[in-house]
């Protein structure tokens, strides 16, 4: 899930490297091979990402390509949907969309005249072909709600689900279409064949992808022709911007205060948040058999007074460098968000809520009731910084509330147990509204939500109601309102089994004169969002 | 001015360190609250007067958790140095007594010393769990070969010197060849051979926490503290690595010079120099 895999071996490496790079002078070594960045004059951008991004499958929109929690355009092959700036649908391939009365079949019309970039035309049966595949081999996404796709004609497929699923038009707006005569899973990732906006040229494992406009796209023709991407962990990055090698490169906070000359920092908002989950039922062992829940927050009043009683901004000063924004939900600025999640900060209130609950303040400042003192432990995952911070920063401003607040760092092995009965900083943010499904709608066996103990047949009730609505566009106000109906909800107002914290920016150090096209909100995973439109970015 | 003659100024020196070594060595559970507090008003500060050590990104004071981490390491290699010498101790001794014994330990003794060493620490501390029971267990169990291999040789050759052969000739019991004969003799290697296991059990200590396989991030240890100075080094922050690499250093070279004085001092060949 929310890993940012801390891979030591790969720090004592970067050392050598480092120390290697220092001895030879950093000479000659021109990834791409062709010599220098873009530079104004050119139409070919060189863009650093994180080496995480390299996809270990290949590009294989069957294996995951594009898809899952770090979802993004994929680039080589096209999708029948697209999500829109707004994060709203649009079509691709698709020329229309809909689904049937009960919700249990899609109709897709797709456009004609599209070819693959070996020749052949791209029709109905490689969009099936495409669909049933995934089902079968697809890690990343969740294909449960579809039985089988079939193509009806030439241009014509059909989708049979397994119930009604009315966010399926964001499913297909992540997975590439990819030719059944030539498709091989053994190959392909290293080889696509595809109908995108750019093709494969050549991918170097551990080192970079380079990849050249497709002359026969059918839509508009990219104005980049050529991107490479190099893959490389971030200080390196850093490096390479000092030297002047890459047009474009991920970054972070830690290096945002020195921009090398040249560059600038182009701060992307995003839905990437950070949040805790705040066990909602009192200490136990759960039906099956796990340790879960807190007596402390079990406590609606102790929620909600953790919920306003954080100081977001002062969060964002002190940990992001002033790069991010406020979260109050897990989908903030997204269609289906509601407004009625946002909260004003107020420690006074908040310590008034705590006092009405009962927990007043004891012995060395910290709150009690009946004997319990107000006590927190909070996890964050072992080796990622940022959330580190966030610990200690949250811990810091809970003490002010007179909660003691102790941290710890843990592997994802434990993590996802102990977080049933102790709060987690925790990272989401996808481009569906199935996250908030994922994240407080109920499981059938076990009667409580997936990550932290928490159930609310209200919020079920309209997230079920969503999901069998006509169409996508529909279902926003029904998941507005699982969030709060104006009675109950997951917000302050409401039973608030979760706070969400900031909103991380996505930086990146962007060459001067390079004009990177508007962004969508990035969702979570710092990897290739910035290139979903690489082909409208121009030099000027 | 009064010079010191080699025996005396090593003493001086074995006194010094040893107490400076002390002191860090208790200093660590006195800053432990010190080391952890965050506090943000004061982040990414580089040295000065108030943090000779510099902050880090959580504006943690580096001055207070290198030392509560240098206390952490000295005690770590002191509980991991004490069982492998115990543990050298048993079965080089009973490798010397006995042919069977000697067979099995000889064999273990091959076994531990062909795998890498820092594959070996690695392997046992993932096996035991990590964090500080797991480390010590990597450390304690695979250091103990090297010592038990000079004890033993000790044992054997001393068993053959000419006042042994006489004692023994003579009837003298085995507790009294033990006491005056065999003990005197051995004991100094015993304790050289435990001080120079410190520095070892340091460094293999810091190492594989480096690695991400010791000690838990919430520790302030040295390793810890290194690895995580590795993300900020390209931002310009070498305080992050330069003072508390350093202060390992300094601690593995004291100990190692202590090892060696502690050797001239009780050293049989040199006790007179």
Known sequence: ?540 | MRVWNRRQAALVFFALASAVLLAVALCGPLLAGRAAETDFSRKNLPPCLAYPFGTDWLGRDMLARTLAGLSLSIRLGGLTAGVSALAALTLGTAAALWRRADCAVSWLIDLVMGIPHILLVMLIALAWGRGFAGVTAGVALSHWPVLARVIRGEILQLRQAPYFLAAEKLGVSWGQMMRNHLLPHMLPQFFVGLVLLFPHAILHEASITFLGFGLPPEQPAIGMILSESMGYLAAGRWWLALFPGGALVLVVLLFAGVGERLRRLLDPASIHE
């Open chain 1, 1 to 540: 899930m929310k890993k940012r895999s801390g891979r030591p071996w790969s720090r004592a490496f970067l050392a050598l490297a480092l120390g290697a790079g220092l001895l030879s002078g950093c000479g000659s070594a021109h990834p791409s091979g062709s010599g220098e960045a873009g530079g104004p004059e050119g139409d070919q951008v060189i863009i650093a990402l994180n080496a995480a991004a390299e996809p270990a499958a290949g590009f294989d929109p069957c294996l995951g390509w594009g898809a899952g929690e770090h979802v993004h355009e994929p680039l080589l092959q096209s999708t029948l949907t697209v999500t829109n700036p707004d994060l709203t649908i649009g079509y691709d391939l698709a020329t229309g969309c809909a689904a049937s009365e009960d919700g249990m079949t899609w109709t897709v019309t797709i456009r004609e005249g599209v070819r693959f970039t070996d020749g052949t035309p791209l029709a109905a049966a490689d969009v099936a072909f495409t669909y049933n595949t995934a089902k079968q081999t697809s890690t990343a996404g969740d294909f449960t709600m579809l039985d089988h796709a079939q193509a009806v004609d030439d241009a014509t497929v059909v989708f049979h689900m397994t119930r009604p699923f009315s966010i399926w038009p964001y499913t297909m707006a992540a997975v590439g279409i990819v030719p059944e005569h030539c498709y091989d899973s053994a190959t392909y990732g290293q080889a696509p064949v595809g109908s995108g906006r750019y093709l494969l040229r050549q991918w170097d494992r551990g080192q970079q992808v380079i990849l050249e406009a497709n002359p026969d796209y059918y839509g508009e023709p990219p104005k980049i022709k050529r991107v490479v991407i190099l893959f490389m962990e971030e200080d390196a990055a850093f490096l390479a911007v000092q030297a002047g090698q890459v047009d474009a490169a991920d970054t972070s906070a830690v290096y945002a205060g020195q921009t090398p000359p040249g560059y600038t920092l182009l701060a992307c908002a995003s839905v990437d948040n950070r949040g805790i989950n705040l066990p909602a039922v009192p200490a136990g062992i759960d039906s099956q058999g796990r340790t879960a829940g807190s007596d402390f927050l079990a406590d609606v009043q102790v929620r909600r007074a953790i919920n306003i009683g954080i100081d977001r901004q002062e969060m964002i000063g002190h940990v992001l460098n002033g790069y991010g924004s406020p979260a109050y939900s897990v989908c903030d600025g997204l269609p289906w968000y509601s407004e009625a999640s946002q909260v004003a900060y107020n420690p006074a209130e908040a310590a008034a809520l705590l006092d009405q609950a009962g927990w007043t303040i004891g012995a060395k400042g910290v709150r009690e009731k009946d004997g319990v003192t107000a006590a927190l432990h909070l996890l964050y995952p072992a080796g990622d910084s940022v959330r580190q911070a966030l610990a200690a920063e949250l811990a810091n401003q809970l003490r002010r509330l007179g909660i003691d607040a102790a941290m710890e760092g843990v592997g994802w092995d434990t993590a996802y147990s102990r977080a049933l009965s102790e709060p987690m900083i925790w990272g989401w943010g996808a481009h569906t509204p199935m996250e908030l499904y994922n994240l407080y709608h109920t499981d059938k066996e076990t009667g409580t939500a997936a990550y932290s103990p928490y159930a609310n047949p209200a919020v079920d009730g309209y997230m079920d109601r969503a999901l069998a609505s006509g169409s996508a566009e529909e279902s926003y106000t029904l998941w507005q309102k699982a969030q709060w109906d104006g009675v109950t909800g997951i917000t302050q107002q409401g039973d608030i089994p979760w706070v969400w914290l900031v909103n991380v920016d996505h930086l990146y150090w962007v060459r001067e004169g390079l004009q990177v096209a508007e962004q969508k909100l990035h969702p979570h995973g710092h990897g290739w969002s910035i290139v979903n439109n690489v082909d409208q970015w121009c030099w000027s």
